[in-house]
């Protein structure tokens, strides 16, 4: 179905068009059109116009409202001030506008004109290492912005960009060789839990560190089988793969009590590029882009100074041949753009890594591997920290598993819907508590701005009131709630009612959905959704404590406000959908 014009552009397209017709001379004019607390839109667009043509801009804004009709769409204008238009749409106008959007699958929410191919990189744990609450926001974000931007129509191409190449594999293999059952499952037949797979990887790791770190001749071995990894020697593959499937099993545990799906073919991590860097280094230093200095391959800027007042080189190899963390993200850079044809790339990566990510795309765009056509964003994150406003580490100053905090957040959640159930058996109860305990922390993290820090605080966070996850689950319940009480009522749009303040409210705040919706995806802004849905849900509260529902004057308004409700409902289920929180039908 073609997509809704919501209320805003209509009465910007009218507006536009008196201003047009009253000051030929200026061609296409922005009326400037805001909500407004005065009326439901102002348009300050007339005095910017005014000034231009050196006209009175009260004298030209009432020209302009002597041009615009009213009835159908606008109920009443007036100009404010020195030339501000005050504009209320009529109540009909709001109903059917809805009621078009109720009739598409897609509530009215338009398909991007300009959609292309984006790959986001988000979600990258590192092999042989657990997740800790420092992997959250890549995870919870990057998941969001995929499922945003694929619902304007772009096309999305995930990459987990794991940590599984580099050094201390050579210790783990060769303490593997040496201790051939380390990484075998205690729980006999079937495969491994993934807290067994994390559990194995933890004991292997902590012993292959203490006997590197005090056994000479055997960190000699490890350092030797760094260069058979990197050789492609086959039996130190085979066991190197061996780890990569044991973090598999473990990380794709924990992104299933993150409710995300990670697919396989999309987890292609730091080995995934190995066969391009030599090539990457040589056409960087062919091309001059890169420069031998002191044996090692570096990338020059004059904008970039450390403490010494010298530049700070971008070193994508290394003196001893070895290549660091620049040479693989410039050749996936190359396959991004040369191999998937992306015209985006996103990184949702830790903000404290931004110079890192600065000089990197600078020198790809020098290199002719970015170009005009493609941008590459960081999508920077700030920091998780605890209550008291530190970073957020246990009681023992460690780092906190990413699998104990799900964990615990899961089991003050079911405690709440226990609290609050009346009719749930304990699986429904266990069932809703994952979801509004993985709801809450995933809202809790897309509520603010990425690249601030925020507090990591369970009691607030899986809190009925305040601005939770929990209140919009609420909210949706309720309305399912009043939706199964309806009897043979059932939800239809009255564009003849009159509607009272509140139900204004709630569907001038409906209407705004598509618009907010490609806001959030332009901006790589899923903060804003957040917002966008807990107004809704407040709004939606406002018009439940003002308006009966079941029991309005008539049976036109019992359906009316269905219909409100319905719609409600609807949007709030694919909001929040599009941040990754299930909507459960009963709390």
Sequence with gaps: MASVPSLASSVEQRVSDALASALPEAGAADP?????????????????????????????????????????????????????????????????????????????????????????????????????????????????????????????????????????????????????????????????????????????????????????????????????????????????????????????????????????????????????????????????????????LCVFFDEYKGPDGNPTPLIVQKSDGGFGYAATDLSAIRDRVGNLKADTLIYVVDARQGLHFKMVFETARRAGWLNEDVKAVQLAFGTVLGKDGKPFKTREGETVRLVDLLDEAVERAASVVREKAQDLTEEEIAERGAQVGIGAVKYADLSTSASRDYKFDLDQMVSLTGDTSVYLQYAYARIQSILRKAGEARPAAHPELELVASERALGLHLDAFGELVAEAAAEYAPHKLAAYLYQLASLYTAFYAECPVLKADTPEQVENRLFLCELTARTLNKGMALLGIRTPEKL
């Excluded at 607390?37 to 302009?64: H, M, S």
């Excluded at 004109?113 to 990258?124: F, H, L, N």
């Excluded at 609450?133 to 096309?155: C, D, P, Y």
Aim: charged share 25%; hydrophobic share 40%; with cysteine.
């Design 32 to 296: 400037l059109l805001r909500r407004s607390d005065r009326a439901d839109f102002q348009a300050n667009g007339i005095l910017a116009l005014a000034k231009k043509a050196k006209a009175n801009p009260r004298e030209l804004a009432t020209t302009v409202v002597e041009a615009i009709p009213t009835g159908d769409l606008i109920k009443e204008i007036e100009v404010s001030g020195p030339g501000f238009l005050n504009i209320t749409v009529s109540d009909e106008a709001i109903v059917r506008t809805l009621a078009a959007r109720a009739a598409d699958d897609r509530l009215g929410v338009p398909l991007s004109p300009s959609a292309g191919t984006t790959v986001i990189d988000y979600a990258q744990p590192n092999v042989a290492k657990e997740m800790h609450v420092g992997h959250l926001r890549s995870a919870v974000i990057g998941a969001a912005m995929v499922e945003i931007l694929e619902f304007t129509g772009e096309k999305v191409v995930r990459r987990h960009h794991i940590g599984d190449w580099g050094t201390q594999f050579g210790m783990l293999i060769q303490f593997l060789l040496e201790h051939p059952h380390e990484l075998d499952h205690k729980g006999g037949e079937g495969e491994a839990s993934g807290e067994e797979a994390m559990s194995n990887l933890n004991r292997l790791y902590k012993a292959s560190r203490a006997l590197f770190d005090s056994d000479e001749e055997f960190k000699t071995r490890a350092r030797a089988r760094v260069v058979d990894l990197q050789a492609g020697d086959e039996e130190t593959l085979a066991l190197w793969q061996r780890f990569v499937d044991e973090s598999k099993i473990y990380f794709y545990s924990v992104f299933n009590k993150l409710d995300m799906d990670i697919q396989d073919p999309d987890v292609v991590g730091e080995s995934g590029y190995n066969d391009m860097l030599a090539e990457t280094c040589r056409l960087l230093e062919e091309s001059g882009v890169a420069v031998r200095s002191n044996g090692a």
